[in-house]
């Protein structure tokens, strides 16, 4: 069972700088793709920034040049690195990890991010 633990959230002005990780059970190489959801509230879930096994990356607009997804193979984590932070980057945000073979996509449980005017 994979399992997927989210930590670094919190409250930040804005302006500030904020980096997530995401500690994975087993070993992050039977993931195609491993990624950052975010959540706000009465919004759908969204993609924020995606890393494929062969490290191309993939950002929207709306976070692109501020927030950089990184991973250390060896200590099985994901990272996030949040930098000029917005009030509308407030969410929780999710890591995420597909395993194609088995066409399974895991969650973490989310951590929350308030990014204050």
């Known amino acids: 069972q994979v399992q997927l633990v989210e930590s670094g959230g919190g409250l930040v002005q804005a302006g500030g700088s904020l980096r997530l990780s995401c500690a994975a059970s087993g070993s992050i190489f039977r993931f195609n793709t491993m990624g950052w959801y975010r959540q706000a509230p009465g919004k759908q879930r969204e993609l924020v920034a995606e890393l494929g096994s062969s490290g191309t990356t993939k950002y929207p607009d709306s976070v692109k040049g501020r927030f950089a997804i990184s991973r250390d193979s060896a200590k099985k984590t994901l990272y996030l690195e949040m930098n000029s932070l917005k009030p509308e980057d407030t969410a929780v945000y999710y890591c995420?990890?597909?395993?194609?073979?088995?066409?399974?996509?895991?969650w973490g449980q989310g951590t929350l991010v308030t990014v204050s005017e």
């Open positions: 995420s990890a597909l395993e194609r073979m088995l066409s399974i996509r895991y």
